[in-house]
């Protein structure tokens, strides 16, 4: 077993290095579980907890409460977190039961996801085209271009893309080889011709900045090393507060994930357009999205439904039209 130190400095240090490894080895590679297991490794130092008879209900609901002001959604995510760790200590025989599951969850609203028009995203490029012109020495503006214009039209998850070696982009083939996915869903995805140009063209520009170009070199790179998924993040947010989508203070408007959604959810739609059964089509595109069961993809049927019967004035509206025309220009039709 790993020894924890480091990372970890209470009394359950081996133990929650060893339930992170076991969820990676699922295929749980998110950083959540990470931030939380910290949090909760800093909170038994705080209470000065040293022996496992100590974990009971009380200590988990003090910790799961320890900050009024988080939202529900954080901390029913603490004591998601919670559950898990405990269940794996019984399954080691080292507690006899799990007191975190006699602990409720908080009611929360269910996110809703955000779908981008096309409108919008032809604004999100545009503005990440005017930081080029603006600072035509850096790479940003071109990396968060591709970058952005990748995660749309192959509706790739955030890590996917931030993961993304030189040599995982056959431009003979045409796809992109995307391995260590969430739940180790190993697949292949295929890009459009127009979408390969623009990928070379990013290379080239990437080049002249002079970055290690080696095969297993990250594509998206900066002077500094590899990008990392909260500085996409934060260079994300800064582009939609450019386009008026998001304040400049604050946490709310649309997220960087809800390319993946707009992906599916407009595909969906091209394909209602053409006469396809997107029932029938639904396997593909779950295969295509790298989902576990059918099941998580279902859920862009309700969506794209009711963007059917609301008539979304963002699909039909003058100017979707033209953003459509450029939009197909850019990334090539789907």
Same mark, same amino acid.
């Given at each position: 077993?790993?020894?924890? @130190?480091?990372? &970890?400095?209470?009394?359950?240090?081996?133990?929650?290095?060893?339930? =992170? !490894?076991?969820?990676?080895?699922? /295929?749980?590679?998110?950083?959540?579980?990470?931030?939380?297991?910290?949090?909760?490794?800093?909170?038994?130092?705080? @209470?000065?907890?040293?022996?496992?008879?100590? =974990?009971? !209900?009380?200590?988990?609901?003090?910790?799961?409460?320890?900050?009024?002001?988080?939202?529900?959604? *954080?901390?029913?995510?603490?004591?998601?977190?919670? $559950?898990?760790?405990?269940?794996?200590?019984?399954?080691?025989?080292? =507690?006899?039961?799990?007191?975190?599951?006699?602990?409720?969850?908080?009611?929360?609203?269910?996110?809703?996801?955000?779908?981008?028009?096309?409108?919008?995203?032809? $604004?999100?490029?545009?503005?990440?085209?005017?930081?080029?012109?603006?600072? +035509?020495?850096?790479?940003? /503006?071109? *990396?968060?271009?591709?970058?952005?214009?990748?995660?749309?039209?192959?509706?790739?998850?955030?890590?996917?893309?931030?993961?993304?070696?030189?040599?995982?982009?056959?431009?003979?083939?045409?796809?992109?080889?995307?391995?260590?996915?969430?739940?180790?869903? !190993?697949?292949?995805?295929?890009?459009?011709?127009?979408? /390969?140009?623009?990928?070379?063209?990013?290379?080239?520009?990437?080049?002249?900045?002079?970055?290690?170009?080696?095969?297993?070199? +990250? &594509?998206?790179?900066?002077?500094?090393?590899?990008?990392?998924?909260?500085?996409?993040?934060?260079?994300? @947010?800064?582009?939609?507060?450019?386009?008026?989508?998001?304040?400049?203070? /604050?946490?709310?408007? +649309?997220?960087?994930?809800?390319?993946?959604?707009?992906?599916?959810?407009?595909?969906?739609?091209?394909?209602?357009?053409?006469?396809?059964?997107?029932?029938?089509?639904?396997?593909?595109?779950?295969?295509?999205?790298?989902?576990?069961?059918?099941?998580?993809?279902?859920?862009?049927?309700?969506? *794209?439904?009711?963007?059917? @019967?609301?008539?979304?004035? $963002?699909?039909?509206?003058?100017?979707?039209?033209?953003?459509?025309?450029?939009?197909?220009?850019?990334?090539?039709?789907?």
């Amino acid at each position: 077993m790993s020894s924890g @130190r480091g990372l &970890f400095n209470s009394t359950l240090a081996r133990h929650l290095q060893d339930y =992170l !490894e076991f969820k990676r080895s699922l /295929g749980y590679t998110s950083f959540s579980n990470v931030h939380a297991a910290k949090d909760f490794d800093g909170y038994l130092l705080f @209470r000065a907890v040293i022996s496992l008879r100590e =974990l009971n !209900e009380s200590l988990v609901a003090n910790w799961m409460h320890a900050i009024p002001t988080q939202a529900a959604a *954080t901390k029913n995510g603490k004591l998601r977190f919670a $559950r898990g760790f405990l269940d794996y200590l019984v399954r080691l025989a080292l =507690l006899s039961d799990n007191p975190a599951r006699r602990i409720p969850y908080l009611k929360q609203k269910a996110y809703k996801p955000y779908i981008y028009s096309l409108l919008e995203i032809h $604004r999100i490029l545009e503005a990440a085209r005017d930081l080029q012109r603006r600072y +035509p020495n850096r790479l940003t /503006g071109w *990396t968060m271009e591709t970058f952005v214009l990748l995660l749309y039209a192959c509706g790739l998850r955030l890590g996917e893309a931030v993961n993304l070696r030189i040599e995982d982009v056959d431009f003979e083939q045409g796809t992109l080889s995307l391995w260590k996915t969430k739940f180790h869903k !190993e697949r292949l995805v295929p890009f459009s011709p127009v979408v /390969g140009k623009k990928l070379r063209a990013y290379l080239a520009r990437r080049g002249k900045a002079r970055l290690p170009a080696g095969p297993r070199d +990250p &594509f998206f790179a900066h002077p500094g090393g590899k990008y990392s998924k909260y500085s996409m993040n934060g260079r994300f @947010r800064l582009l939609l507060v450019h386009t008026g989508l998001a304040k400049s203070k /604050g946490r709310g408007g +649309p997220r960087i994930h809800d390319l993946r959604h707009s992906f599916a959810c407009h595909r969906l739609y091209k394909w209602y357009q053409e006469g396809h059964d997107i029932l029938n089509k639904l396997p593909l595109l779950s295969t295509y999205m790298g989902h576990v069961n059918i099941e998580n993809t279902q859920v862009y049927l309700t969506i *794209t439904q009711t963007l059917l @019967r609301e008539g979304d004035r $963002r699909f039909q509206s003058d100017f979707e039209a033209v953003a459509h025309k450029a939009l197909e220009r850019a990334i090539g039709k789907p």
